[in-house]
């Protein structure tokens, strides 16, 4: 009878046991936040929070309270969220490819392997898997950013030019140049023959540097200027060291570039930038590819859009058709299709993730096999690649970046402000 007992009492102990697990489970998988039509649950906030617990403790930072550290996950979640609807609806997606790429990267930013990138997130108590999709989240939401500052940011080439010359005036000042000199000295009162016998020589002189003899030998030969005896090497002079002549002559050239002839008082010059210091040069590995787009809509679906793609790449190995006519007649990148889908040489930097990807293995001539990316479904042929002095480029690059991220930051945080305006959110109290 006591056994009978205390069997009925540990049953019911087990039950309420069960009841609470059940109950603990529940509470931790309550909706928090209704966000349009998603919703956001404890357990997704916990994770987060816990996440960026173990990171800031690894770090030594210091955590705001739970209650503060808490809201600010929330927020980061309905933000993302809100996001990624919008990439959802755009048919937006990172595919394996480019979450592999990224983590390629990441681990060669910590001299790791990606296997050893992943233990080192398990011996963090972290998992790989749930990393790795927070880093896919991170991506589509960044592109989805991306995109929509492009369609909020203007910077014109004026603003440009102008920041472009408060940074080449700055670089002036740490730029040093060594410069090469030829004169032929022009008499006092040199009459009209003299002239013109000074000019068909200082012609002659030119015409030979360009067909590459040697500067310092024609220097030593027959320059009458103050460094013949050294080859016409004036040594390293910044621009504030140099003659005015010398000065005016080297702004906005490059190493190996021969200038002249110059006329002055004193007679006919030719100058060489033999070389510079001081100054980044810039060689970038850019490609010409031609593409063709086809872009999903209410009435072309995604799987048709791509059905039709693999179609125009096997009529284009077969040879029934020229992937520069398919490219006029089908591509919806306009800018390019009257072009036969070419785009001209570029830095591949300037795509769109999936686009650079694809183009990253290619070889000179290869078609790509049809793949997604934010703008729709392609395939690109790798035309060829080459590397470029792209220092100008570059420069103008970098001060369109420099203008592109003052802006970026306040007009982002206007556009998530919207965002969350025009959203319905509805954060749940289910503590009453």
Known sequence: MIKKVIKTLLSGVIVVASWQAQAELTKLDEVIA????????????NA???SVTKRATKAGQTLPSEKVLTQQALDKLIIDSLQLQIAKKMGMRISNAQLDDTLNNI????????????????????????YKEELRIQLLTNEVQRM?????ITISDQDVDNLLAIINEQGQKNLQYRVSHIMLRVPNEADSTTMEAL??????IQTQLNAGEVFSSLALAVSAGPKALDGGDWGWMNINEMPTLFAEAVTNAKKGDIIGPIRSGAGLHIIKITDM????????????ARHILVKPSVILSDDKAKSLLNDYLARIKSGDADFAELAKAYSDDTGSAVKGGELGWADPNIYVPAFKLAL?????????????????????????????????KANRQKAWQLLYNRRAAEESQAWLNELKQEAYIRILDNES
């Open 34 to 45: 209704i966000v349009n039509e998603e919703v956001i649950l404890a357990s997704d906030v």
């Open 48 to 50: 987060l929070t816990s």
């Open 107 to 130: 681990a060669k930013g910590n001299n790791q392997t990606v296997e050893q990138l992943r233990e080192s997130i398990l011996a963090d108590g972290g998992n790989f898997n749930d």
């Open 148 to 152: 929509q500052m492009r369609r909020r």
């Open 199 to 204: 000019q068909t020589k200082i012609t002659d």
């Open 277 to 288: 210091r001081g100054v980044e040069t810039v060689m970038t590995k850019e490609v010409n």
């Open 360 to 392: 990253k293995n290619l070889k000179k001539g290869e078609i790509s096999p049809a793949f997604r990316s934010s703008h729709g479904w392609h395939i690109v042929q790798l035309l060829d690649r080459r590397t470029q002095d792209t220092t100008d």
